[in-house]
């Protein structure tokens, strides 16, 4: 496969040239510097995208529930007005007498 001294077959003895890596491409120094800058640089960008996207997703769950549970109160206090209004409309009515306009034997009828 090569020669004694790690020489790929072919090569002048002044000539240092490395072995291939079976086919395997070797990069330079700067491909695989740049390599290692992305690595280094990614993995906490993931990690710090990870935590924010958790926690805000649990702070919007509980804005969103607060706000649902603050709408159901409103709407179940109008709710309860509306009723007391209409049973104290009920009783006014019951209690008084009619107008002289609603009287079975009057000529105008409403």
Known sequence: MGEPGGLAAGTAPGERRPLPLGGAWRATIA???????????LVPLALVTYLLSATSEESLRKAVTN??????????????????????????????????????GSPIRR
């Not at 491909?31 to 640089?41: D, E, G, Q, S, Y």
């Not at 706000?67 to 008084?96: C, D, L, M, P, W």
């Open 31 to 41: 491909t695989r510097l740049v390599w290692w800058f992305l690595c280094i640089a």
């Open 67 to 104: 706000h649902v549970r603050a709408v159901a109160e409103a709407k179940a206090n109008q709710i309860e007005t509306y009723a007391r209004e209409r049973r104290r409309s009920y009783t006014f009515r019951r209690g008084r007498r009619r107008p002289w306009w609603a009287t079975p």
